[in-house]
């Protein structure tokens, strides 16, 4: 289609805070617990919201993705380019040597 001047480009969100039906206001009674896991799981630390949704759009939109096509932008705080085998720390989850974590996490006394 692009002989068309046709742009075909998709917008895939990952977790994104959205209002409950019903409710005027987002639930704010997440613990602690979860909120570190989110900021251990996604690199950004926090979910998203409608407005990072929005802002992705319109720039595919704009002009200034005239010369973007095919694509498909993930809108998710980098969660998908994080390697799902890897803990809080964004080490591989097999890496149980004290030593090792603490020497690939620059934190070995030299």
């Not at 001047?5 to 997440?30: C, H, M, W, Y």
Request: net charge neutral.
């Amino acid at each position: 289609m692009g002989r068309y001047r046709l742009r075909v480009n998709a917008v895939a969100p990952g977790t994104i805070r959205s209002q409950k039906l019903g409710r005027t206001r987002f639930d704010t009674t997440e613990s602690p617990e979860m909120r570190q896991k989110t900021r251990d799981v996604i690199p950004l630390g926090r979910r998203g919201e409608s407005a990072d949704v929005a802002g992705a759009v319109l720039y595919l939109l704009s002009d200034l993705a005239d010369y973007v096509t095919g694509q498909v932008l993930g809108v998710d705080g980098g969660a998908l380019a994080r390697a799902p085998y890897s803990d809080g720390d964004n080490l591989p989850v097999f890496v149980t040597d004290p030593a090792l974590r603490a020497r690939l996490l620059g934190e070995e006394n030299t």
